[in-house]
């Protein structure tokens, strides 16, 4: 069976410093995507950074990359330079290829100023 | 529309009660999908349309619960016999394909009340 970990119920992060959310995954595939998204108050989802299984290189979008550690099944994300509009809710989340995708139970990001 | 829109955005309703709840996703996606989550968990998955047909239902927590995409592009997420426990925001998503490496993109959501 999948499984998607967080660990993290909340993190806070000083303005402009870096923040790691893990997150570590379980399935018996050698084919998966991981994602990770984001949910402000307003509670909509949305989408940041994708990693396959496959993939060579660890994936990075702007500010956002993403630690992949396949061994150990790992897919952190770390936010660079953290903005006080990175409060959120995140999200990791799994796919086999399948139809659905599963989520983890979320961690709460806290930006101070 | 440029994004997925989910209607109403709030809807509250008495235990018993038959309710309805929209999704109207982007143009072009074929893959729509439904989701629940409870206050303080992350999103459940409920259903999955491939174009009309609903590809994988194994969410669908009973039978009070039941979607349709007749069209292939709006859906409606039907609960019968409405409970307290089906108290929560059901998101709606759609994209190209089920494994997109793009990604999902979400409505923001109906707030369901049962009182």
């Known amino acids: 069976a999948q499984k998607i970990t967080q660990t993290q119920p909340g993190m806070f992060v000083q303005e402009k410093e870096a923040v790691t959310l893990d997150c570590t995954y379980d399935t018996s595939d050698q084919s998966y995507g991981l994602f990770w998204y984001k949910q402000p108050s307003s509670g909509e989802m949305i989408f940041l950074i994708y990693?396959?299984?496959?993939?060579?290189q660890n994936a990075t979008e702007g500010r956002y990359s993403l630690n992949f550690q396949k061994a150990r099944k790992s897919a952190n994300l770390v936010i660079s330079a953290s903005q006080l509009g990175d409060s959120a809710m995140y999200f990791c989340a799994l796919n086999t290829g399948g139809f659905k995708t599963i989520f983890g139970a979320g961690t709460r990001l806290f930006v101070k100023a | 529309g440029a994004g997925v829109s989910q209607t109403p955005s709030n809807k509250v309703t008495e235990k018993g009660k038959y309710v309805e709840l929209r999704c109207d996703p982007i143009?072009?996606?074929?893959?729509l999908y439904w989701y629940r989550q409870s206050l303080g968990q992350g999103p459940e998955f409920l259903i999955y349309f491939q174009g009309t047909g609903a590809a994988d239902d194994s969410g669908l927590p009973n039978d009070r619960f039941f979607a349709v995409r007749p069209e292939g592009s709006v859906s409606t997420l039907k609960i019968q016999r409405t409970e307290r426990g089906d108290s929560a925001v059901y998101l709606c998503?759609?994209?190209?394909?089920?494994?997109?490496?793009?990604?999902?993109?979400f409505g923001s959501g109906t707030r369901l009340t049962v009182v």
């Open positions: 990693q396959g299984s496959y993939d060579e």
């Open positions: 998503a759609s994209s190209l394909a089920p494994d997109s490496r793009g990604g999902y993109t």
């Open positions: 143009s072009g996606h074929t893959a």
